[in-house]
Structures are given as structure tokens and as C-alpha cells.
């Protein structure tokens, strides 16, 4: 299937630009969630050439250099509209700031390319969060380079990006970030896509590493494990964009749905469900920004939890309110059930995985 993406001409403002792209990503979900289809490399590169992917890059680098509240409010936008695609454009984001802050070889190679959205960045780094030995080890050669050897579970955008951030663990207690061209070599192979329940269209696989040389010029970044986990905890608590973005889609949808069906039952579902969801967002949105969020550990725990379940609670009621129409397979309401689904897991670490418990078990 071809697409034709609107020709915006709105600027620089991204909120304005995410709003014009989401009609056409909307009706090409379906498509994006089809492994059989899947997430189209044109309306990637399209939204690159928007500036959607350089939305809090800083301007120095071509980014638009708006902040995180503005990068928030427009994954919300492309997660609603086409989660497929949010979620391999989410993955750019972490070399892109990972680049930022390090002046190692491959970031100074790539960090304006990554700020501007000419190279598409995918990643392979959340085996780090998995308890026990390294998934990944590397292992230094001798001449400033590495050599990595392990398993991979997760890297989306395979044969969608330019370049993937793979992490490996070496003996030193430290994480070696290696840069590399998004196609196999020598002693790193990729599996078939994996068949999943939802975003199956995403082109995630596995990555085998069998001794593969890393040279000091791929090298993107070395960080020492205490302090990436301590980083990532301090992240990982807080409410995705895309988890609100889903939210108030289905929120919105169930009240269209009450409304053009003459359902006042599901006009009242949306109106208590927004008056619930507006203030959490903001609370979210609140702690997340603050200079204090150190200390708001675990309400931010808490609001994820929270939010995960009302999305799903949500979801469903958004089928009950359409009724039988819901379960075609073409149906948005069905794929946004299996979407809320995936926002349990995404970045799930055993403190998110009790919250969210504790959210559907009222506790």
C-alpha cells in the first residue's frame, strides 16, 4: 500500500505539526499493526523531515530545542493516532540524548545527524534492566576497540533504522554503548520479527552478537553500571506520553461514540473518565518536570500504576460501547485493547510491575 502524507507547512511548531500528521497515521494504524504490512520507512523519513523526531533536540544541532513538556505532548499525539510508529520513532530518542552527553567517537560522528533526523537511531539496551549475569558482554581487544558476545531480546525498527545503540557489559562495571549501521555483520545476526499481540508491524527482533569487533570509532559512550541503572530508575517510574495518549483517544472516542449512536451510557463513561484522567495527567506531568522529583519517588510509581489501569479499564469500555462492531479485526477499538495491554509492560521493572498490581487491585 502507498502512502501520501499531507504536505504541512506549519512551521516549527511541533504540537501544530503532530496534530496535521495524525489523521493520516490514524488511517494507516491498521497497516503499521499488520506484520504482514507494517510500519512504512516513508512516513518515518516523513516525519523526520517534520522535525518529530528533533522535537527537544537542542537547535545548535538541528533539533527545534523545545523542551520535554513539549516532547511529551507530542508523543501523546503520534501514540494515539499510530502506535506502531510512535513506538519505533520513541526508540531514536535515546541515542539522540545519549549522543548529547558524551564525546566519544560515534557520538561526535553522529549527534548532529541524530538531532536532525537524517539518521534514524534504534536501540538494544533493555536486557540492562534484566536481572542476573550480563545479557551482553564486551570484552576489550587490545587496541582501544571491544569485541561483544550475548543475546539481545528486543531491538525494534530493524530494516526501519539507520543506525542501532547496542549496550554490553564489560568487567570493569562498566557499559560499553556501541553505535553500528543496522545490519548484520560479521558475528551479529538478526532473527525473524517476532510475532506479537500488538505493534507487530514494528520489526522487532533479536540480536545475536558472537564476538563481534566494535572499533574505538563506533565506541558511542562508556557509562559505569551503577550509574545507568540509577538513571534509569529515576525514569522508568514516571507515566509514558504514549500510555496518556492512548487514554484520552479511547476517552474521546467513547464520548464521539455516545454521541453518534445515541448512547448516553457511553457519554457518561467518557465524562467520568476524563474527570479522572485530566487531573492524573497533570499531576503526572507535574512530578515528572519537577525539580523535586526525588522526592515524589513513589507517587510517580503510584500515578503509573494508576493511569496503566485506567487506560486499560478504558480501552474496554470503549468495546462495550461500541458493542459486536469492536471485535472485526479492522477495528480501532480492538487494537486499542491490545495497545493498553502493551503499556503494562513497556519499561516494566519489578517497582512499576507492584504498582500497577496494586492499581488493579484497588490497594
Known amino acids: 500500500m502507498s502512502v501520501h502524507p499531507p504536505d504541512l507547512t506549519l512551521g516549527s511548531d511541533p504540537l501544530a505539526l503532530a496534530r496535521g500528521a495524525a489523521e493520516m497515521l490514524l488511517e494507516n494504524a491498521a497497516d503499521s499493526d499488520d506484520p504482514a504490512i ?11 523531515a517534520q522535525g518529530l523526531y528533533s522535537v527537544a533536540a537542542p537547535a545548535e544541532h538541528g533539533g527545534l530545542g523545545r523542551d520535554e513538556r513539549a516532547l511529551s505532548e507530542v508523543e501523546e499525539i503520534l501514540a494515539g493516532a499510530d502506535a506502531a510508529s510512535w513506538f519505533v520513532l520513541t526508540q531514536h530518542r535515546t541515542p539522540q540524548k545519549l549522543t548529547l552527553d ?25 536486557h540492562l534492566r534484566r536481572p542476573g549475569p550480563p545479557a551482553i558482554t564486551a570484552v576489550p581487544d587490545g587496541r582501544s576497540g571491544w569485541r561483544f558476545t550475548g543475546r539481545a531480546e528486543w531491538c525494534t525498527g530493524w530494516g526501519l533504522v539507520d543506525l542501532v545503540l547496542i549496550a554490553a557489559v564489560a568487567d570493569s562495571g562498566e557499559i560499553v554503548f556501541a553505535l553500528l549501521p543496522a545490519h548484520e555483520r560479521r558475528g551479529l545476526t538478526a532473527s525473524e520479527p517476532y510475532s506479537l499481540a500488538v505493534m507487530g508491524g514494528t520489526r522487532t527482533v533479536g540480536l545475536s552478537l558472537h564476538d563481534v569487533a566494535v572499533g574505538p570509532d563506533e565506541v558511542a559512550a562508556v557509562v559505569p553500571v551503577d550509574e545507568w541503572r540509577r538513571r ?4 522508568v517510574v514516571d507515566t509514558k506520553p504514549a500510555t496518556m495518549g492512548l487514554l484520552l483517544r479511547v476517552i474521546d472516542e467513547t464520548l464521539r461514540t455516545g ?12 465524562q467520568a473518565l476524563a474527570a479522572t484522567a485530566w487531573p492524573l495527567r497533570e499531576r503526572a506531568y507535574e512530578l515528572k518536570f519537577s525539580a523535586q522529583r526525588d522526592r515524589f519517588v513513589e507517587e510517580r510509581l503510584e500515578l503509573r500504576g494508576r493511569i496503566a489501569e485506567l487506560t486499560v479499564r478504558a480501552a474496554a469500555g470503549l468495546v462495550a460501547a461500541r458493542g ?34 496494586a492499581a488493579f487491585s484497588g490497594s
Request: include cysteine.
Open 38 to 48: 507494517g510500519v512504512q520507512r516513508c512516513i518515518l523519513r516523513w516525519l523526520a
Open 102 to 126: 558524551s564525546s566519544y567517537p560515534a557520538a561526535e560522528q553522529y549527534r548532529e545527524a541524530l538531532c536532525r533526523g537524517d539518521e534514524l537511531g534504534g536501540i538494544a539496551v533493555a
Open 232 to 235: 534509569d530508575a529515576g525514569t
Open 259 to 270: 454521541h453518534e449512536r445515541d448512547r448516553p451510557a457511553a457519554v457518561e463513561e467518557a
Open 324 to 357: 459486536g462492531s469492536a471485535m472485526y479485526s479492522s477495528s480501532h477499538e480492538q487494537r486499542w485493547s491490545r495497545e493498553a495491554m502493551f503499556h503494562l509492560v513497556q519499561a516494566q521493572t519489578d517497582d512499576v510491575r507492584a504498582a500497577q498490581l
